[in-house]
């Protein structure tokens, strides 16, 4: 079989100093991190959707990148030109994960479920014989529940009873797959589960039913031998306006409230976190404190766009950030997929992988600047210190869960100065967030 990218080398790591465009100047997948190799620490996959199937269309104008890899869209010989190329990406790139949607493995049938199902079949037994041997194996699974016109009303959360048994149906189909494809993980994105108007809306409804929906899955996966975990993506809005998995707060609440918090956990993306109005630490740092932290989509957004721009990764800063949480947390039950698209003038094969390579990078090198952080230990020490006075006394009684009101109210009355909660040092811990990424040798 011939090469789809054959003006591209197996990519190696050539270190900081290279200027080969088509080598990794921080990642090392056997260099050793607080005991971890890079590879094990960072599980790295391929989007399906972004880096096989979008050819740079938007809302102004067509495609601009070839994505036929020699078949014609739409047909059985292009979802199967799409897992040979996507193989050969991966081993090019040393990636032994890949996440997808079922809709964008096969064409879906306009008319007959039983048919796309029939086509799922056939593509994901070519890809178990292709993947054979290489090490590759799926990351997460999900279904498509946002693209056609059944879910404009949402899925789970549909007005139609109708759509909803559609959308179970899919749900049905993508964990069997999740099954026979070996994945960590099946994620959930509420893509339209939520509204644009409260007028004609019964959100009580909406979001049991959304529950109904994670409580059927949950338990026919466990039937079927389904290990995983299953993962809630929050989104605060497009496609819809308000959407009920706003940020990783709200979707713990609304698990916790349903009784699905032991089976479920999340799967934080970077641009999401900026469409909510969060940092991307922030989010992850409320997964950690709620022991939800699950999986990552890898990529940024763009502060002065307003929309989900699912760039690849290159900020350091949020990256180090990131992987600091990471760490702290004694890392990811699931991965990093880097659900991120090329910029559309970036339309040739050598510009998918510059991608993959500055987003790889981007948190090999966060890894690196995390763990000399955590092994600086200012960072660690100033908030110890911050927060000592609940090691002792009556801050040791609120803090044990002990502390009455009145015993409170009565150490309030005894003090003989204002109370004084100190420095919180904010401009220091930057600095040497600052010193830790520039002061010294990567």
Not at 31 to 40: F, P
Request: aromatic share 10%.
């Amino acid at each position: 079989m011939s090469e789809f990218f054959p003006n591209v080398p197996q990519i190696k790591y050539e270190g900081r100093d290279s200027k080969n465009r088509l080598a990794f100047k921080y990642y090392d997948p056997q260099r050793v991190i607080l005991g971890k190799t890079m590879e094990e620490h960072l599980t790295f996959a391929m989007a399906w959707w972004h880096n096989l199937c979008a050819v740079g269309v938007d809302m102004f104008g067509a495609g601009t990148a070839d994505k036929t890899f020699g078949a014609q869209p739409g047909t059985m010989s292009h979802a199967k030109a799409k897992v040979d190329a996507g193989i050969e990406f991966m081993q090019k790139l040393g990636i032994k994960y890949y996440c997808f949607h079922d809709a964008d493995i096969v064409p879906e049938d306009p008319t007959d479920i039983n048919e796309t199902n029939r086509r799922l079949d056939e593509l994901t037994d070519y890809l178990l014989e292709k993947t054979k041997g290489t090490g590759i194996r799926c990351l997460w699974a999900t279904a498509n529940m946002f693209s056609n016109a059944r879910f404009m009303n949402g899925a789970g959360s549909s007005n139609s009873a109708d759509v909803f048994c559609f959308a179970a149906a899919q749900a049905k189909k993508g964990i069997e797959l999740a099954v026979k494809l070996g994945a960590r993980g099946y994620v959930f994105w509420g893509g339209r589960e939520g509204y644009e108007t409260l007028l004609n809306t019964d959100m009580a409804l909406e979001q049991d039913n959304v529950a109904q929906l994670f409580r059927m899955s949950r338990d026919y996966g466990r039937s079927i031998g389904f290990k995983g975990d299953f993962y809630i993506e929050p989104k605060p809005k497009e496609p819809m306006k308000h959407q009920y998995d706003f940020d990783a707060a709200t979707a713990i609440g609304f698990l916790q409230k349903h009784g699905l918090d032991d089976d479920f956990k999340m799967n934080i993306e970077a641009n999401h976190a900026t469409l909510a109005g969060h940092t991307f630490q922030h989010e992850l740092r409320v997964c950690a404190v709620n022991g939800m932290m699950g999986s990552v989509d890898a990529n940024q957004g763009d502060m002065l766009l307003g929309w989900d721009t699912d760039q690849f990764p290159s900020n350091v800063y949020d990256t180090t950030l990131a992987m600091y949480e990471i760490l702290k947390a004694g890392g990811l039950r699931g991965g990093l997929n880097f659900d991120a698209k090329n910029r559309r003038p970036s339309n040739t094969p050598e510009d998918m992988f510059t991608a993959f390579i500055i987003g790889m990078d981007s948190f090999a090198l966060g890894l690196i600047k995390a763990a000399a952080l955590i092994e600086d230990g200012r960072i660690d020490a100033f908030v110890k210190e911050r927060y000592a006075s609940y090691e002792t006394g009556i801050g040791a009684k609120i803090k044990s869960g002990t502390a009455t009101l009145e015993e409170c109210a009565a150490h309030a009355a005894a003090l003989k100065a204002p109370a004084d909660p100190g420095s919180g040092g904010q401009e220091y811990l930057e600095g040497v967030v600052n010193n830790i990424l520039f002061g010294s040798a990567g």
